[in-house]
């Protein structure tokens, strides 16, 4: 059944974000061996990408991945609401639409964070995209401001917007857009984080859902962000270090081991699905799964020399998990 926005986002309390060369369907797989609670996030795809593909790529996803959220980037509410029409037609159970994204190439194809300075122009694509959604969750990822439109009462006007277009969640990045002069990766460091900022707003509109992302590192922080707001999105720290996400719900039952794990995406690689693909495209998700541990430097480098392998060769994965790393916690 698809998520309703009436349930919103109870279902998705926590979740990972969208990031562009890693979300991808193997990942996303792969974290929901982790966690079987959590949202999960595509890489961001412009909308008409979605409605003039020739095949499935960009919705294709495994069952096992739902709760599953499709992100779109776009400004055109006709192609908003054709993508978001075939991604309801796929089980898709959220549409994202970014609005938080800086690079200049995004915003040359004027979507993105400059849309913060068109609050209209956004509110009549999230109203275009609930009524193709099927019922599904339409949902914005922003960031605070922009550094054309960095003040409170800007993001306050934008957030009413939303509201009133019925988005049923606003993901905030706490941090403004610089779009001029910065990368994308320095925009997610460079500006200072404002986790006041997105305080405050849940303050002003507290009923509206509003989920906090950005800098997020650790169970301590997100358990103190959801004192202030509805819900955490974790980014680079959930794949760099994706056994933080076992720790991210209150799931019944023994959870996996990491060898477990392992032996799990062994039977994901071998599947018919996965026919044709390299078994790199796969593992190259899984580098992290032993960080922090001893050992796992060789963990990393043993799956570097299989990565061309394909993938119905996927039983080499046991071999790379080292004697000292079997049995892991």
């Known amino acids: 059944m698809a998520a309703d926005s009436a349930t919103y986002p109870a279902a998705c309390r926590l979740s990972v974000a969208p990031m562009m060369q890693r979300t991808d369907r193997h990942c996303r797989y792969f974290h929901r061996l982790l966690a079987p609670g959590v949202g999960l996030y595509t890489e961001m795809v412009h909308a008409r990408a979605v409605v003039h593909a020739r095949d499935d790529r960009f919705l294709k996803h495994h069952p096992a991945e739902r709760p599953l959220a499709l992100q779109l980037g776009g400004s055109e509410p006709v192609l908003l609401a054709q993508a978001t029409a075939l991604a ?30 068109e609050p209209e122009r956004v509110a009549e694509c999230v109203a275009a995209m ?12 922003t960031r605070i401001g922009t550094n054309h439109r960095p003040e409170f009462p800007q993001l306050l006007e934008f957030a009413r917007a939303m509201q009133d277009a019925g988005v049923a969640a606003l993901i905030v990045h706490a941090r403004i857009a610089i779009l001029e002069g910065l990368s994308p990766k320095e925009n997610r460091n460079v500006p200072p984080l404002r986790y006041d900022t997105v305080y405050r707003l849940k303050d002003a509109m507290p009923d509206l859902s509003i989920i906090i992302n950005g800098g997020i590192r650790g ?60 078994l790199g495209a796969i593992t190259r998700h899984m580098a992290g799964l032993y960080s922090g541990k001893p050992g796992a430097g060789a963990w990393r480098r043993s799956l570097a020399r299989h990565a061309s392998a394909p993938a119905n060769e996927a039983q080499v994965l046991l071999g790379c998990v080292p004697d000292r790393l079997r049995y892991a916690a």
């Open 88 to 117: 309801a037609d796929a089980d898709i159970d959220e549409i994202n639409l970014n609005v938080g994204c800086p690079s200049s190439r995004v915003r040359a194809g004027r979507f993105g964070a400059c849309l913060m300075h």
């Open 130 to 141: 609930r009524e193709n959604s099927g019922g599904r969750p339409v949902t914005v990822k």
């Open 219 to 278: 169970i301590g922080e997100i358990a103190s962000h959801l004192e202030r707001v509805d819900g955490a999105m974790l980014g680079r720290v959930a794949y760099s270090n994706p056994w933080l996400l076992t720790r991210l719900t209150g799931a019944s039952g023994r959870r996996r081991t990491r060898v477990q794990v392992v032996e799990a995406m062994v039977e994901y690689a071998r599947s018919g699905k996965q026919r044709g693909a390299s």
